[in-house]
């Protein structure tokens, strides 16, 4: 069984910055790439970034240019600096961690952006 932990979420102002952390344990072998998600009320669930095992990033077009996606293989843990943050970023933030077996996802974090 695999357990994700997020952290890192909040309220900030507009123009804030946020780090989110999520970290992986238990039987997790192999970890391919890894992301972080969000959704909004009454909207789908959308990619913000996602990191492959060699280091390549892949970004909404959204967030580009104000987000960085990073990951400490060591601890098998991804992060994701947020900077300039807008309203419309307003969201529960969820990491996800794809490994040999399959998808794994963190219980999801409040990202709150007052204007």
């Known amino acids: 069984q695999v357990q994700l932990v997020e952290s890192g979420g909040g309220l900030v102002q507009t123009g804030g910055s946020l780090r989110l952390s999520c970290a992986a344990s238990g039987s997790i072998f192999r970890i391919n790439a890894m992301g972080w998600y969000r959704q909004a009320p009454g909207r789908q669930r959308e990619l913000v970034a996602a990191i492959t095992s060699g280091g390549s990033t892949n970004y909404a077009d959204s967030v580009k240019g104000r987000f960085t996606i990073s990951r400490d293989n060591a601890k098998n843990t991804v992060y994701l600096q947020m900077n300039s943050l807008k309203p419309e970023d307003t969201a529960v933030y969820y990491c996800?961690?794809?490994?040999?077996?399959?998808?794994?996802w963190g219980q999801g974090t409040q990202v709150t952006v007052s204007s």
């Open positions: 996800n961690i794809q490994d040999i077996r399959g998808s794994n």
